[in-house]
């Protein structure tokens, strides 16, 4: 599977943006989806995850509420909406796909545990 992430950008504080992530391939059904993102300093961290089925998502406490995930299995792409920006958020987001994985699952493991990585693409929110 190969991932490519799309939709990052500089905002001001209290904006949105989405990001996006085409994957390659035919089986994107059978894979939970999901974000991570590194600040500059700090290792990688979980921000959110959709199940291999869709019926699922789990979030950071940092970004729940503010933060969406979803997938369209028909363009092979998962969305993370982010609204509510803040200046903490600033990091490169990357996405991350883990075979029949539930997104409760996928938000307890290491970034070491998924499967394919994407390139990152930079999200910076000023204050």
């Known amino acids: 599977v190969q991932l490519q992430a799309s939709g990052g950008g500089l905002v001001q504080a209290g904006g949105s943006l989405r990001l996006s992530c085409a994957a390659s391939?035919?089986?994107?059904?059978?894979?939970?989806m999901g974000w991570f993102r590194q600040a500059p300093g700090k290792e990688r961290e979980f921000v959110a995850a959709?199940?291999?089925?869709?019926?699922?998502?789990y979030y950071a406490d940092s970004v729940k509420g503010r933060f969406t995930i979803s997938r369209d299995n028909a363009k092979n792409t998962v969305y993370l909406q982010m609204n509510s920006l803040q200046p903490e958020d600033t990091a490169v987001y990357y996405c991350?796909?883990?075979?029949?994985?539930?997104?409760?699952?996928?938000?307890?493991?290491?970034?070491?545990?998924?499967?394919?990585w994407g390139k990152g693409t930079q999200v910076t929110v000023s204050s």
């Open positions: 959709i199940s291999y089925g869709g019926g699922s998502t």
């Open positions: 391939g035919r089986t994107f059904s059978s894979y939970g």
């Open positions: 991350v796909a883990n075979g029949l994985a539930t997104a409760q699952a996928m938000g307890h493991m290491s970034a070491k545990g998924m499967d394919y």
